[in-house]
């Protein structure tokens, strides 16, 4: 699996990011994508995931109601879309599929929230 991220980056408190995620290797409509994140000292996150490619999502308690979640099958993609960012929400963003039991996890993009 190979991951190609982008959209991490600097923004005020309030403001918005959008990551987006080509992964390549498998059958996007066989795994579950989404995003993980990790704080410094801080344990690896699960934030959003969509089932199969396409199906039902999942939110983390800590972003539900402020990220959203959404993908293009056709072309493999994953975006996160990031509302209301608070302080709290500063960490590497990665992207993640899970596919035939087995996680994989993009490199990681950095996003900041501080005035």
């Known amino acids: 699996v190979n991951f190609v991220e982008s959209g991490g980056g600097l923004v005020q408190p309030g403001g918005s990011l959008r990551l987006s995620c080509v992964a390549s290797?498998?059958?996007?409509?066989?795994?579950?994508v989404g995003w993980y994140r990790q704080a410094p000292g801080m344990e690896r996150e699960l934030i959003a995931t969509i089932l199969s490619g396409v199906g039902p999502t999942y939110y983390a308690d800590s972003v539900k109601g402020r990220f959203t979640i959404f993908a293009d099958s056709a072309k493999n993609t994953v975006h996160l879309q990031m509302d209301s960012l608070k302080p709290e929400d500063t960490a590497v963003y990665l992207c993640h599929v899970l596919v035939h039991g087995t996680h994989y996890w993009g490199q990681g993009t950095q996003v900041t929230v501080s005035s």
């Open positions: 290797g498998f059958i996007f409509s066989r795994a579950n």
